[in-house]
């Protein structure tokens, strides 16, 4: 109960003299409040981890159905352990900002109602306890809606990977043709030369097993020796063997770039890709209402003090903070005085203050007199030992 009570910044020793009510009423608030830092330190976390985990396919990275593959479980252990630290001071700011938001808050008027001057006053802190929820809901969301988000992601992931696949082989394919453009006429040459070397080995196999090689025969085999040392002296071309070179990189080049096709397709898998999921899956009406749930949590504090009515606490604690002034000589005479825009303003004693200004000036005074009074002495003095030997106080030059 204690916790509780220190998180809505209460006092221990004012509520463990006051009414059951007032004790409860604390709890609740510090539960709130606790509550609202433990939400989020597992947003925080689950955010740090989707942000920086290990991308990959969006269905197959989280499978955890026992009996797809087994027991597998693609949690990341390192990015999980800093995830944890990560949530736990994330949680721990938001529930600092909530207690100062909550324990800065005043009780208004002392009546359940919440005037407009009230509300005024609490909207600064309305709004930065907006933000912090839109913070803690955003997360959430995405974990609530995971699944579907995996199988929306999981398109999108296919459909990016084919358009890179696509973008690459089209860059590719235009520079092989560049430099294949350079040989063309070679490699025309090689093809017609290969086209009428398979025709004369097969003349010459023909002649072989119709009588042996006859005349003709030994003309193919020359024509076909020809054609091969043509095809070698193309080939052997430092021309041709760098634009060949140079074409055996740019597939290779290609193939290695097609084959990070699916790990670029992988990194289509941050937070905020998710967050747009989400609402594209939800809707924006689910979507709204999981960010108004926070909303309610995160505000009702802020909220509940300003309806709060004065209890025994309320008197106990105001008591005591008079005590304390009176204690301290500290006197304040409320609506005292008007401003220069007419506003009643309180006027602020301080009478310690005042006692010890005083002494300081009545010391100083005594100061002051008591030197003045020295000086004189002392000039008396000076006067006497003159008309005693004056020549003392005299010299000739």
């Known amino acids: 109960m204690r916790l509780f009570w220190k998180a809505a910044g209460a006092d221990r020793f004012i509520l463990e003299r006051s009414t059951y009510g007032d004790q409860i009423k604390y709890v609740c608030l510090g539960g709130i409040i606790i509550a609202t830092g433990v939400m989020a330190a597992i947003a925080g976390g689950y955010a740090f981890y989707t942000i920086f985990a290990p991308k990959g396919n969006a269905i197959d990275s989280f499978k955890t159905v026992q009996g797809v593959v087994g027991d597998y479980d693609s949690t990341d ?9 990560f949530g736990f ?14 324990t800065s808050t005043g009780k208004g008027d002392g009546t359940e109602a919440i005037t407009r001057k009230e509300l005024v006053g609490a909207l600064p802190r309305i709004i930065m306890g907006a933000i912090i929820a839109l913070t803690i809901s955003k997360p959430v969301e995405i974990r609530m809606f995971k699944t579907e988000i995996d199988v929306a992601l999981h398109a999108k992931q296919i459909q990016q990977e084919q358009r890179y696949k696509s973008e690459i082989e089209k860059v590719a394919n235009s520079e092989i043709e560049k430099k294949q453009n350079i040989i063309r006429e070679q490699l025309n040459r090689i093809s017609r030369l290969d086209s009428i070397s398979t025709v004369r080995k097969a003349d010459i196999a023909y002649e072989n097993s119709h009588g042996g090689c006859s005349v003709k025969c030994i003309e193919f085999k020359n024509q076909l020796a020809a054609n091969q040392a043509e095809v070698s002296a193309i080939k052997s071309d430092p021309e041709f063997i760098k634009v060949k070179r140079d074409l055996e990189n740019l597939e290779n080049d290609k193939l290695n770039k097609l084959k990070e096709s699916g790990k670029v397709a992988a990194g289509l898998d941050g937070l905020l890709e998710r967050i747009k999921l989400a609402h594209e899956e939800a809707g924006w009406i689910i979507s709204l209402f999981v960010t108004l749930l926070f909303m309610t949590i995160e505000l009702t504090p802020i909220f509940f003090k300003l309806m709060l009515i004065k209890s025994p606490y309320d008197y106990m604690e105001e008591n005591i903070k008079e005590l304390i002034k009176a204690d301290k000589g500290i006197e304040i005479k409320h609506n005292y005085y008007p401003d220069g825009e007419g506003i009643e303003r309180d006027l602020i004693i301080n009478h310690q203050v005042l006692r010890v200004l005083k002494e300081k000036v009545q010391l100083l005074e005594a100061q002051s007199q008591l030197s003045n009074e020295a000086i004189n002495v002392w000039k008396n003095k000076k006067h006497t030992d003159i008309n005693n030997n004056t020549e003392s106080y005299l010299s000739e030059e």
């Open 77 to 85: 252990i390192p990015t999980a352990l800093i995830s944890v630290v």
């Open 89 to 102: 001071i994330w949680g721990a700011i938001i529930f600092n900002i909530d207690r100062f938001i909550v």
